[in-house]
């Protein structure tokens, strides 16, 4: 992150924060054609800045840990309801003047005299009114656990289930079409070329199949660290 000097990964890439690993590929790609100094040598300071932004995003452990640090100040502060001016809608009070008394009249229905709301108990803009109200916003900006958002962004966890399907049915289901295509295509070119060509499809196959195991692992091993344990 040294190069994005402060700010937001997400608005260098100009995708909201729940977008997913495809909306991040696309948009580095899409700016990185723009920006890239061989085609834009003014944009050299802007390419570091969307490389730095995309390889803290498309880290799965990284970007989840940048969220949880990014979601830090909304989970207290300002809103807490503890206080006296928040029971008794005094406005005089450090507490409504955190809370209550930045808040527009509007949104608590005071009137013209009490912009911020929090006019003398038994009104409608203070009082406990208000304080139910501050309650409701903070419940409602409860950010989102962190397993939650992996299973959103990443899908859900592997488990047993998912190591057999990967060795007892992908596997040799893979090898056996990977076979039979070489086979097919190789066909007019007599023996030598067919055995050629069915190793060479075997060889792509086991390539293929480690780096969706190697992913599942990965994603194991994350879903671990987060959580707790590997299994629901």
């Keep these: 992150m ?15 924060p729940d977008a997913t690993p495809e909306d991040l590929r696309q948009a580095y790609r899409r700016l990185a054609r723009r920006y890239h100094p061989d085609k834009n040598p003014q944009g050299q300071a802007a390419f570091a800045e969307i490389a730095s932004a995309y390889g803290l995003l498309s880290d799965p452990g990284r970007r989840l840990r940048y969220d949880a640090a990014r979601t830090v100040p909304s989970s207290g502060g300002p809103e807490d309801d503890s206080g006296p001016g928040d029971d008794t809608g005094d406005d005089s009070g450090p507490a409504a003047a955190d809370g209550a008394g930045h808040r527009s009249g509007a949104e608590y229905g005071g009137a013209a005299g009490h912009p911020g709301g929090a006019g003398p108990p038994g009104r409608e803009g203070g009082g406990p009114r208000g304080a139910a109200g501050s309650r409701a916003g903070t419940a409602g900006a409860r950010p989102e656990s962190p397993a939650a958002r992996l299973e959103r962004l990443y899908g859900p966890r592997p488990t047993v289930r998912t190591a057999a399907k990967l060795v007892l049915f992908h596997l040799p289901a893979g090898g056996f079409l990977s076979v039979l295509v070489s086979a097919f295509i190789t066909f007019p070119y007599g023996d030598a070329a067919r055995d ?16 969706l195991a190697a992913a599942k692992l990965k994603l194991w091993l994350l879903y671990r660290r987060t959580t707790g344990t590997g299994r629901s």
């Design 196 to 211: 050629l060509g069915r190793i060479a499809a075997v060889l792509l196959w086991l390539a293929l199949w480690s780096f």
């Design 2 to 16: 040294n190069d994005l000097q402060g700010r937001d990964p997400y608005q260098v890439l100009g995708v909201p």
